[in-house]
Nanobody, 119 residues
Framework: QVQLVESGGGLVQAGGSLRLSCAASGSIFRVNVMGWYRQAPGKQRELVAAITSGGRTNYADSVKGRFTISRDNAKNTVYLQMNSTKPEDTAVYYC?????????????WGQGTQVTVSS
């Protein structure tokens, strides 16, 4: 099993910055993808950004140029630096880790952290 613990959420004014962290522990396969998803009230959960264990990144169009995802493989930790925040970034942010073993995908989720951007 894999456990994910998020931290860093909170309230920020529009245009401000926030940094989320997610530490993974447990039985972690070396080759994996870690990422951040978010879910706003009444909306579906959506991918914000993801990063492979090799460092390749992927971003939602809505956050490109504003958010940066990074990871420390030695610490099994992923970060999301959120700059130039907007009220529409308000959501519960969830950390995700997934890996493939023997052709089967395993997904793990954090408990979520609230991010609120005030206008």
């Amino acid at each position: 099993q894999v456990q994910l613990v998020e931290s860093g959420g909170g309230l920020v004014q529009a245009g401000g910055s926030l940094r989320l962290s997610c530490a993974a522990s447990g039985s972690i396969f070396r080759v994996n993808v870690m990422g951040w998803y978010r879910q706003a009230p009444g909306k579906q959960r959506e991918l914000v950004a993801a990063i492979t264990s090799g460092g390749r990144t992927n971003y939602a169009d809505s956050v490109k140029g504003r958010f940066t995802i990074s990871r420390d493989n030695a610490k099994n930790t992923v970060y999301l630096q959120m700059n130039s925040t907007k009220p529409e970034d308000t959501a519960v942010y969830y950390c995700n880790l997934w890996s493939m073993r023997w052709g089967s995908r395993s997904d793990y989720w954090g408990q979520g952290t609230q991010v609120t951007v005030s206008s």
